[in-house]
């Protein structure tokens, strides 16, 4: 190979590189970061990532109340926040961005993304950066006192990362072999993100609490999902240590409803604990056969039932 044409090899390879590194690192549309003087993980001017070009804007105090403030933190990995006010009057300073995407907050406090609230949802025409929110976190991090079955992201954006449940005590991960686009938007959605625009895996070490598993399109909590293999066995040898990792995305700007939040698991009864579904183990008799079950079905099962409706199959 020439000199000429190895050089324009390399240089290539380089550029896809470069071009991979960034998208890995890229921020997804709805997150949010502290800017300013002095900002920091914790407090500072508050940033969205918003627009038709997907850039970064500032967040107007109309309507920003102590209920947003906390939204915005829990968002950002936090239990909630301290304190607000304008970014004027802190040492963050205001905004130099072109835009002010939100303005009119209307949180009820108990969602999990500040785009699950309600709002003018920007640009904001009538807003200039004299209006700029600013906020101080409280700095115990949201998962310092976890529930059975909660799940975090450990990466560069609370949008994206390795995927982690809290189970027995212990943070570990989920095996990635038969993760698909279903299965981890149930996972981005129990995290209040509407669905996952990326799939990945990671090698850090550690446990991995899931092995086999299967969600619907419909399912809001990962706990609620079909799981084949022991929960809370570690199964990192099984997976080849294949960590799953994941990007969530925020698609609509506009009023969207509030996800459950309540996707406990409790594993001393075999119980996924939610406001509104209840699970049982069935065990099949392999002599016979239903159409209503797939081929592959496994013969002991975890079912995910919905309360509401009923069957004559199901005992009352």
């Known amino acids: 190979m020439s000199s000429r044409l190895w ?9 896809l590189c470069l071009i991979y590194l960034r998208a890995a690192a890229a921020e997804n549309v709805g997150d949010l970061r502290f800017a300013g003087n002095g900002a920091k993980s914790s407090a500072g001017r508050l940033e969205i990532f918003l627009g ?13 109340d102590q209920k947003s403030a906390n939204v915005a933190c829990r968002q950002l990995g936090y239990e909630g926040a301290k304190s607000f006010g304008l970014a ?11 835009w002010t995407f939100l303005n009119d907050s209307r949180c009820t406090g108990d969602e999990l993304h500040l785009l699950r609230c309600r709002w003018s949802a920007g640009p904001c025409a009538r807003c200039d950066h004299s209006d700029d929110i600013a906020i101080e976190c409280s700095t115990v991090a949201l998962w310092t006192v976890p529930y059975e079955g909660q799940v975090r992201l450990i990466g560069p954006y609370p949008s994206k990362g390795v995927v982690e449940v809290y189970l027995k005590s212990e943070w570990g991960g989920v095996c990635s072999d ?19 625009n990326g799939i990945d895996y990671g090698t850090y070490g550690g446990i991995i609490w899931i092995n086999s598993y299967h969600c619907e399109e419909s399912q809001e909590c ?3 999902c079909y799981h084949y293999s022991e929960i809370g066995k570690d199964w990192a040898q099984d997976c080849s240590a294949r960590y799953l990792a994941v990007s969530c995305e925020f698609l609509s ?21 939610t406001s509104s579904f209840l699970t049982t183990t069935l065990v099949l008799d392999p002599t016979t056969s239903s159409s209503l079950l797939p081929s592959s079905f496994p013969l002991t099962t975890t079912l995910v039932l919905d309360p509401t409706t009923s069957s004559s199959l199901l005992p009352s």
């Not at 038709?52 to 920003?64: K, Q, R």
């Not at 004027?88 to 072109?98: L, T, Y």
Request: proline fraction near 1%; charged fraction near 10%.
């Open 7 to 15: 050089n324009a090899t390399m240089k290539s390879i380089l550029m």
């Open 52 to 64: 038709a070009d997907y850039e970064w804007g500032t967040v107007s105090h109309g309507g920003f």
């Open 88 to 98: 004027k009057n802190s040492s963050f300073g205001v905004g130099d961005s072109w």
């Open 178 to 196: 038969n993760a698909t686009f279903t299965e981890t938007n149930s996972i981005c959605r129990q995290l209040g993100y509407t669905n996952a």
């Open 222 to 224: 990962f706990t609620n």
């Open 253 to 273: 700007e506009g009023p969207v409803s509030t996800y459950s939040t309540n996707c406990q698991w409790d594993l001393s009864t075999n119980v996924t604990v």
